[in-house]
């Protein structure tokens, strides 16, 4: 150091931190040789803490206000007293200033999804993400804990250190709650405060304050979205026949004529038109199977004669060719039997002989 540094060095000083940056938490005051001169002046502003460092160690911590550096009010030896070491004085002094403002917006969110029970879903993969806001609130353990020596301390250096934090107890507290997943998003503001409270503690142990911390969004897995969404809206369709009417109508309009698409929509209407129908008379009933035409054999001068229908047989009966007492025979029968009670039916409904 020349001898017209030296005396330029020893005029009085103003030692003063203003910044813009919006995100400085910790700023060391830049001097040459780290020298403090007696009777500088230093200006500590509202939202700031200054904190002394002086041969390594932290000598005094001063709130907003002005204050002259002197011997006998702060530790601080000044190189006007230690001229003799060739103006190097060997008492070198640091001041960093803190930023004791809100610093907002910070953004935090989990990176895997977290499994949690749900009482209607049963099992769960959730997602969430939001803000929060923190100050320093002890500088002495902030400066020594987290920011060492570094001259220039962002929030950028220290934000995935309390995402990390914010994530892991966000999933123990998730686990442990009861919430239905449907009930979260109108719970918000209540969950907030509840993650606010029990994660602040956290934050303590570093010199910082967890001020208020945001949940903007809980979110499932896609797939479970869209279940979701399928569900909601058959519900949301309310009568399936009108529905499925005015889905048809809707693809009629809006067909181009051809052929294919006539026929395709066709296919598509008579689909809908039975799926309405199945739903409104429950399950539908075959039409029976058709019945495999009785033969009939007859005893006849004591010869079988046949085979003939149910229908010829009643018209032999009707015309006297066969009585009663006529022995018949059909398949699935053992032995032959009398028309009478064969066709027990047909001789109800058969008026008696008249008589003459």
């Known amino acids: 150091m020349g001898l017209f540094d030296w005396i330029f060095g020893q005029f009085i000083d103003v030692i003063e931190w203003t910044d813009n940056s919006q995100d400085t938490m910790v700023y060391r005051f830049n001097r040459q040789g780290n020298e403090i001169k007696y009777g500088a002046k230093l200006t500590v502003r509202e939202s700031q803490v200054a904190v002394f460092v002086n041969e390594g160690e932290i000598a005094d911590i001063l709130g907003p206000g002005i204050y002259e550096l002197e011997t006998n009010n702060i530790p601080i030896l000044t190189n006007l007293q230690h001229w003799d070491h060739g103006?190097?004085?060997?008492?070198?002094?640091?001041?960093?200033?803190?930023?004791?403002?809100?610093?907002?917006?910070?953004?935090?969110?989990t990176k895997n999804p977290i499994m949690v029970r749900d009482p209607e879903f049963s099992?769960?993969?959730?997602?969430?993400?939001?803000?929060?806001?923190?100050?320093?609130?002890?500088?002495?353990?902030?400066?020594?804990?987290?920011?060492?020596?570094?001259?220039?301390?962002?929030?950028?250096?220290?934000?995935?250190?309390?995402?990390?934090?914010?994530?892991?107890?966000?999933?123990?507290?998730?686990?442990?709650?009861?919430?239905?997943?449907?009930?979260?998003?109108a719970n918000y503001e209540k969950l907030s405060l509840y993650i606010t409270k029990h994660i602040a503690p956290?934050?303590?142990?570093?010199?910082?304050?967890?001020?208020?911390?945001?949940?903007?969004?809980?979110?499932?897995?896609?797939?479970?979205?869209?279940?979701?969404?399928?569900?909601?809206?058959?519900?949301?369709?309310?009568?399936?026949d009108k529905h499925i009417k005015y889905q048809s109508g809707q693809a009629l309009g809006n067909a181009e004529g051809s052929a294919s698409d006539m026929v395709g929509m066709g296919a598509g209407m008579a689909m809908g038109q039975q799926m309405a129908n199945s739903m409104h008379s429950g399950t539908s009933t075959p039409p029976p199977l058709p019945n495999k035409i009785a033969q009939y054999y007859m005893a006849i001068d004591a010869k079988a004669v046949g085979p003939f229908s149910l229908e010829t047989v009643e018209k032999k009966l009707l015309s006297g060719e066969i009585n009663d007492q006529t022995l018949i025979w059909t398949q699935g029968m053992n032995g032959w039997g009398k028309a009478s009670d064969i066709l027990s039916t047909t001789f109800v409904q058969t008026p008696p002989p008249l008589n003459t």
Do not use: C
Not at 140 to 163: C, P, R, Y
Not at 220 to 234: C, F, G, H, N, Q
């Open 202 to 240: 956290s934050f303590q142990e570093y010199g910082l304050e967890l001020t208020k911390m945001l949940v903007e969004n809980i979110s499932l897995p896609e797939e479970v979205e869209k279940a979701i969404d399928t569900r909601s809206s058959r519900e949301i369709t309310g009568d399936l």
């Open 87 to 109: 103006f190097n004085s060997p008492f070198k002094a640091e001041i960093y200033f803190l930023n004791t403002k809100r610093f907002i917006d910070l953004k935090w969110g």
């Open 123 to 185: 099992m769960v993969r959730l997602r969430a993400f939001g803000t929060y806001e923190i100050r320093i609130t002890d500088a002495k353990k902030f400066l020594t804990e987290i920011v060492g020596t570094d001259g220039h301390f962002t929030t950028d250096e220290i934000e995935s250190q309390l995402t990390n934090l914010i994530t892991s107890n966000f999933a123990t507290i998730m686990g442990a709650d009861d919430t239905p997943v449907l009930d979260l998003a």
